[in-house]
């Protein structure tokens, strides 16, 4: 396998794929619809190095017919999804179509090993829609953090502070010696952020995931305990 990390086989490799249209010849895939294409020997000459052999001996095949063609196919049906990771961005790769992916799901097969594939394969693979129902899922997510983000709602004070008010509470970002602190009615946070969209992000997270009717419920408590003790 060392052979095919040589110069002179990629080299012979780009000219074999670019005689064969930069497609597979079994089943027209090219990179543009995902193909990973590789080139097959047609048949072994005793004693040739792969970029030894004439052209007409070589032909361009996707890594699905390339498997195919050495009896190596993995099964298409009887996957399971079995976990996620996101992995911030586009640096994964699909090991079913070859694609750059940042969002990767782990699919399992009782007969295959494990793959790490993209939203679209995980579906055709599991024959669902998980995947794209989760994706859709953080799609909106992450439109609704966007929109809160750049919310016209958020006025600016004469101090450079940033304030909206959002289920029954009063979000403050502060400038803090170059940095920013989200403060809830009138209440500072003890963590400095170093951007006005990191401390919206942190207000954002709190609204999500409930920590701030908590914290409103908390503060409710400790003011009606102080009214009885007045």
């Known amino acids: 396998m060392r052979h095919y990390h040589r110069k002179d086989w990629l080299k012979f490799r780009q000219e074999v794929i670019e005689l064969d249209g930069g497609a597979c010849v079994r089943c027209g895939r090219g990179p543009l619809q995902g193909a990973v294409l590789q080139v097959h020997h047609k ?6 190095l792969p970029w030894d052999y004439p052209y007409e001996l070589c032909e ?3 890594k699905g017919c390339h498997a195919d063609e050495h009896g190596i196919v993995q099964p298409f049906t009887g996957w399971e999804c079995i976990g996620y990771d996101d992995l911030g961005e586009p640096s994964g790769e699909c090991e079913l179509c070859g694609t750059s992916i940042r969002h990767v799901f782990f699919v399992q097969h009782a007969k295959w090993p494990s793959l790490e594939v993209g939203e679209t394969c995980c579906d055709h693979l599991t024959d669902t829609t998980l995947a794209s129902n989760h994706m859709d899922s953080i ?12 919310s016209t709602r958020w006025k600016v004070d004469s ?3 940033f304030r909206i008010h959002q289920k029954g509470a009063d979000l403050i970002v502060e400038p803090v010696d170059e940095k920013f602190r989200l403060c809830v009615n009138n209440v500072r946070g003890k963590k400095t952020l170093s951007s006005v969209n990191d401390a919206k992000l942190l207000a954002f997270e709190l609204l ?6 908590a914290f409103l419920r908390k503060l ?3 003011a009606k305990r102080a009214d009885e003790i007045a």
């Open 159 to 161: 101090d450079g502070a």
């Open 220 to 222: 409710k408590m400790h």
């Open 60 to 62: 361009t095949l996707c």
């Open 139 to 150: 799609r909106r997510f992450e439109a609704r953090q966007q929109r809160f983000i750049r």
């Open 208 to 213: 999500e995931n409930g920590e701030l009717d």
């Open 43 to 48: 048949e072994y000459l005793p004693g040739k």
